[in-house]
């Protein structure tokens, strides 16, 4: 039962979304709506996380350099390597459409707010968590459109122009908020339900954009229940893969606990808030939907096992070794 305060309301919400989505079609005059308001909330998102961010927290983050290291080396070289060996094994078991979300997944950068927050509760690095993280999400708008060009690049006609609008609708507005931050931040961090509900607002509007253009498009037929329960198991696997590397690796690289309970937090967690936005940008609209399932289903996993690993992680912060 204590797993269930971490059943997030607002993945309730997208839940609801998918599902109305889907039972229900929209002409394609109000998907194109969406498609444009999805265009202009992501942009203000970035420009919003660009002013809350300080530039100093970025500076600061380099100077733990092996830590910081072994969080972008876990995020954008270990997870695309599983990602990419597993694929053969996903397509027959998910299906085309959700084993390339699965993918995708494996490419985004790691999240923010519930690394820092399990990292917290289990005794970790704290501000080492916020750098790993800011970090993997400023990286990761170069980082995770380059990889899916040339990974998926083949499948999916991602290709250059796709890098082209990440840089002007992601990096460019993060860019200018960066430029305001010494006059806005202190406004915009003292006011954290501007960035949450910008946040929040985003990805339900680009995954109401997407599960309608899907809906229209007719590409729910291909998917089947036995589909689904595949994607969990599967997204269950990568994410135990991860965990357990990240672990042992930071034993293996001698940091010291609080580093290494950072590194499994932040090293083995996706970004939704970053990954649906960025797919509404990378993608042609027919296949956003087929990356959205999947990041939503790993990203509530995650934050299930992860609540689970920090209080068990929290009653050993004596220095006294976890079993898991």
């Keep these: 039962m204590k797993i269930l305060r971490y059943v997030d309301p607002f993945i309730i919400s997208l839940v609801v979304i998918l599902v109305v989505g889907i039972l229900v079609p929209i002409p394609?005059?109000?998907?194109?709506?969406?498609?444009?308001?999805?265009?202009?909330?992501?942009?203000?998102?970035?420009?919003?996380?660009?002013?809350?961010?300080?530039?100093?927290?970025?500076?600061?983050?380099?100077?733990?350099?092996?830590?910081?290291?072994?969080?972008?080396?876990?995020?954008?070289?270990?997870?695309p390597i599983l990602g990419v060996v597993l694929m053969p094994v996903m397509k027959p078991l998910l299906g085309a459409t959700f084993a390339m979300g699965t993918l995708y997944m494996t490419l985004l950068p790691s999240t923010v707010?519930?690394?820092?927050?399990?990292?917290?509760?289990?005794?970790?690095?704290?501000?080492?968590?916020?750098?790993?993280?800011?970090?993997?999400?400023?990286?990761?708008?170069?980082?995770?459109?380059?990889?899916?060009?040339?990974?998926?690049?083949?499948?999916?006609?991602?290709?250059?122009?796709?890098?082209?609008n990440v840089l002007t609708q992601l990096l460019i507005p993060f860019i200018i908020g960066q430029l305001l931050q010494p006059w806005a931040g202190d406004w915009v961090r003292g006011h954290r339900w501007l960035t949450k509900a910008v946040d929040r607002g985003t990805i339900l509007i680009v995954v109401a954009s997407g599960v309608a253009g899907a809906t229209a498009r007719g590409l729910w037929d291909e998917v089947t229940w036995s589909d689904a329960i595949a994607l969990v198991i599967a997204s269950a696997v990568i994410l135990t893969i991860m965990m357990v590397t990240t672990w042992k690796a930071g034993h293996l690289l001698k940091l010291n606990r609080a580093d290494n309970i950072t590194l499994l937090m932040c090293g083995s967690k996706k970004s939704l808030a970053t990954g649906l936005p960025m797919a509404a940008i990378i993608f042609p609209p027919h296949i956003v939907a087929a990356v959205t399932v999947p990041v939503i289903v790993f990203h509530q996993l995650q934050l299930m096992v992860a609540a689970v690993l920090a209080r068990r992680l929290s009653m050993t912060a004596d220095g006294t070794e976890s079993t898991w």
């Design 28 to 79: 394609e005059t109000w998907i194109g709506a969406l498609s444009k308001a999805g265009t202009i909330a992501v942009m203000l998102l970035f420009l919003v996380y660009g002013m809350r961010l300080r530039t100093s927290e970025v500076i600061d983050a380099l100077k733990n350099l092996r830590l910081q290291v072994s969080v972008v080396v876990a995020t954008f070289v270990l997870f």
């Design 113 to 164: 707010q519930s690394s820092v927050s399990f990292t917290s509760i289990a005794g970790g690095n704290v501000a080492g968590a916020v750098s790993a993280a800011t970090i993997s999400n400023i990286a990761g708008m170069v980082f995770t459109p380059l990889l899916v060009m040339l990974i998926m690049g083949a499948s999916t006609g991602v290709g250059w122009g796709s890098i082209v």
